[in-house]
């Protein structure tokens, strides 16, 4: 079936670190990806996202490509806030199938 | 923000009592989810509809039943509520389309069975 592993967390970085979360995924095909964040005491909101290929999503000074040669869908940012402090939760879709959610990865920023 | 209400937001319960959760939604989304959230576990779906009084388990649905008998409302219901319970409960909804549209999460409840 699908799966996706997300690194295992915590995170804890100094304020203006580069971040990479990562994230494969496994899937007979091509899903689309996905990046949800969770702020304390709140929902997922959608963060980014991409749905083919080489696609690169990108918001709020985040991103991450989609490389099905590694079948890869790693989060990316270059200078974290403290206001990036979150849970990050990497998920996958078949169509109209049901999302598949990674374990979500905890990340903590120190002024 | 896609106009996602949950009630109750936070309900403490005893063992064996029936629960019922209810997800609320103004947008006239067509696919409508439940999640549990639990550490170490991410999301796990339990239930989700496609549509009124369509509906189809999830990952987890053993000790859950749903309902959605109009568009805007889908409950979640523990017919006789455990300890293995206890869990953050997240309604999400989709618009129907292609592979790609983004799912809208709810606040979520906070569910302890004592």
């Known amino acids: 079936g699908n799966s996706v592993t997300q690194m295992e967390g915590p995170v804890t970085l100094s304020e203006e670190a580069f971040l990479t979360i990562n994230c494969t995924y496994t899937?007979?095909?091509?899903?689309?990806l996905f990046w949800y964040v969770q702020y304390p005491g709140e929902g997922l909101q959608l963060l980014l996202k991409?749905?083919?290929?080489?696609d690169k999503g990108s918001n709020k000074g985040f991103e991450a490509t989609y490389r099905k040669e590694t079948t890869s869908f790693h989060l990316e940012k270059g200078s974290v806030q403290v206001s990036d402090s979150a849970v990050y939760f990497c998920?996958?879709?078949?169509?109209?199938?049901?999302?598949?959610f990674g374990t979500g990865t905890r990340l903590t920023i120190i002024p | 923000d896609a106009g996602i209400t949950q009630s109750p937001r936070h309900k403490v319960t005893e063992t064996g009592t029936p629960v019922t959760l209810r997800c609320h939604q103004t947008?006239?989304?067509?696919?409508m989810y439940w999640y549990r959230q639990d550490p170490g576990h991410g999301l796990r779906l339990i239930h989700y509809?496609?549509?009124?009084?369509?509906?189809d388990k999830g990952e987890v649905s053993d000790g859950y039943s749903v309902s959605r008998s109009k568009t805007e409302d889908f409950l979640l219901t523990l017919e006789s509520a455990t300890s293995s319970q206890t869990s953050v409960y997240f309604c999400?909804?989709?618009?129907?389309?292609?592979?790609?549209?983004?799912?809208?999460f709810g606040p979520g409840t906070r569910l302890t069975v004592l």
């Open positions: 899937a007979t095909g091509y899903p689309s």
């Open positions: 947008e006239n989304h067509r696919y």
């Open positions: 999400a909804t989709r618009l129907a389309g292609p592979s790609g549209n983004e799912q809208f």
């Open positions: 998920a996958s879709q078949f169509g109209n199938e049901k999302l598949t």
């Open positions: 509809s496609y549509g009124v009084k369509d509906t």
């Open positions: 991409a749905t083919k290929a080489d």
